[in-house]
Nanobody, 118 residues
Framework: QVQVVESGGGLVQSGGSLRLSCTASGSLPNVFVMAWYRQVPGNQREMVAKIFSDNYIQYGDPAKGRFAISRDSDKNTINLQMARLTPEDTAVYYC????????????WGQGTQVSVSS
């Protein structure tokens, strides 16, 4: 079994910064992708940033130019450094681990709330 646990959410003023972390543990697959998604009630979950096993990085539109994803040396922890936050960034942020080989199973954390006040 794989566990994914996020930390670091909270309340921040517009223009501020916040750092999220996510640690995966358990029976981890040999090759996997880790990513941050976010969701506002009533909206679809959207991809914020992904980091692949070879450290290739993809950013979703909300993150470009403001957020940075990174991986710790243990390979099982990723971080999302968010800067210049706006109220539109208010959402529940979820960490995802996806196997990069068949059957491409997904594992999700419980989510962490990020709230940005104006």
């Amino acid at each position: 079994q794989v566990q994914v646990v996020e930390s670091g959410g909270g309340l921040v003023q517009s223009g501020g910064s916040l750092r999220l972390s996510c640690t995966a543990s358990g029976s981890l697959p040999n090759v996997f992708v880790m990513a941050w998604y976010r969701q506002v009630p009533g909206n679809q979950r959207e991809m914020v940033a992904k980091i692949f096993s070879d450290n290739y990085i993809q950013y979703g539109d909300p993150a470009k130019g403001r957020f940075a994803i990174s991986r710790d040396s243990d390979k099982n922890t990723i971080n999302l450094q968010m800067a210049r936050l706006t109220p539109e960034d208010t959402a529940v942020y979820y960490c995802n681990l996806r196997e990069d080989l068949f059957p491409f199973r997904d594992y999700w954390g419980q989510g962490t709330q990020v709230s940005v006040s104006s």
